[in-house]
């Protein structure tokens, strides 16, 4: 079980979702060396919902990759949901991942042989939760589409079932990687609006990736990427509805 491994006590515990210190990633050696990530310090509090922007190449998927426990730091300290994920082994971090994360990316996924409600169950009987998938389906609106394989479902409909997996294993924390990159406007706001609803009634963090500077407007707090570190963090007064964006 992930309780086996270090955890954040006290204060920390209680506030911070996400906090790391140094946190670096390097690919490859000597003169092919490629620093992803370059010693970022952050901290995001437990309930919030947090947009990352920058252009490709800035580190956002490799520092999101690495809240995610799907890659080891290279250095410096990094704790998710009071895990320190830096000194877990793969097998450890794949136990981190399936009771605290909820993964949601640009192109879905989805297992093609299974249905849509399939790939849901799947997520949550791993996760103890097997009751929770035919409801999440039906929150994302698919009730009559789940026994539907992914390659019967449109893009939206397939992104929704993605939502609905990451959604059905009840996460501490969601986590985006272009999310509605493929989604039409309309469907895009869909989804967002159902991350945030969710997020709300069950006090989740939720970090999105995204080139789509639009979807900041319905953040609590946005940060800015480039060369691997975060050059920018602002505070949103007044988050907006998703209803309200237009890209």
Same mark, same amino acid.
């Given at each position: 079980?992930?309780?086996?491994?270090?955890?954040?006590?006290?204060?920390?515990?209680?506030?911070?979702?996400?906090? =790391?210190?140094?946190? =670096?990633?390097?690919?490859?050696?000597?003169? +092919?060396?490629?620093? +992803?990530?370059?010693?970022?310090?952050?901290?995001?509090?437990?309930?919030?919902?947090?947009?990352?922007?920058?252009?490709?190449?800035?580190?956002?998927?490799?520092?999101?990759?690495?809240?995610?426990?799907?890659? @080891? @730091?290279?250095?410096?300290?990094?704790?998710?949901?009071?895990?320190?994920?830096?000194?877990?082994?793969?097998?450890? %971090? =794949? %136990?981190?991942?399936?009771?605290?994360?909820?993964?949601?990316?640009?192109?879905?996924?989805?297992?093609?042989?299974?249905?849509?409600?399939?790939?849901?169950?799947?997520?949550?009987?791993? =996760?103890?939760?097997?009751?929770? /998938?035919?409801?999440?389906? #039906?929150?994302? #609106?698919?009730?009559? $589409?789940?026994? *539907?394989? @992914?390659?019967?479902?449109?893009?939206?409909?397939?992104? $929704?079932?993605?939502?609905?997996? +990451?959604?059905?294993?009840?996460? *501490?924390?969601?986590?985006?990687?272009?999310?509605?990159? /493929?989604?039409?406007?309309?469907?895009? %706001?869909?989804?967002?609006?159902?991350? %945030?609803?969710?997020?709300?009634?069950?006090?989740?963090?939720?970090?999105?990736?995204? *080139?789509?500077?639009?979807?900041?407007?319905?953040?609590?707090?946005?940060?800015?990427?480039?060369?691997?570190?975060?050059?920018?963090?602002?505070?949103?007064?007044? @988050?907006?509805?998703?209803?309200?964006?237009?890209?």
């Amino acid at each position: 079980m992930v309780d086996m491994v270090p955890r954040m006590v006290g204060n920390d515990a209680e506030r911070l979702a996400i906090r =790391t210190r140094g946190l =670096t990633k390097t690919y490859g050696e000597g003169a +092919a060396e490629v620093r +992803a990530v370059r010693g970022v310090d952050l901290e995001i509090e437990a309930g919030s919902f947090v947009v990352m922007l920058g252009p490709s190449g800035s580190g956002k998927t490799t520092l999101l990759n690495l809240i995610a426990g799907i890659e @080891p @730091p290279s250095a410096g300290e990094i704790r998710v949901d009071g895990v320190d994920l830096a000194g877990l082994d793969e097998e450890q %971090r =794949t %136990r981190f991942r399936r009771n605290s994360v909820g993964l949601i990316f640009q192109f879905f996924n989805l297992i093609p042989t299974l249905t849509g409600s399939e790939n849901v169950e799947l997520i949550a009987e791993l =996760t103890g939760g097997g009751e929770r /998938a035919s409801e999440m389906v #039906g929150r994302v #609106g698919l009730a009559e $589409r789940g026994d *539907h394989f @992914p390659a019967q479902l449109s893009g939206g409909e397939q992104q $929704r079932i993605a939502v609905a997996r +990451a959604l059905a294993g009840a996460p *501490h924390l969601l986590l985006g990687d272009e999310p509605t990159g /493929a989604l039409d406007l309309d469907t895009g %706001r869909k989804v967002l609006a159902l991350l %945030r609803e969710v997020a709300v009634e069950r006090d989740q963090t939720v970090v999105l990736v995204t *080139h789509n500077a639009v979807i900041a407007r319905m953040a609590d707090r946005v940060l800015g990427m480039r060369d691997g570190r975060i050059v920018s963090d602002e505070l949103n007064p007044e @988050p907006v509805d998703a209803d309200q964006l237009e890209w």
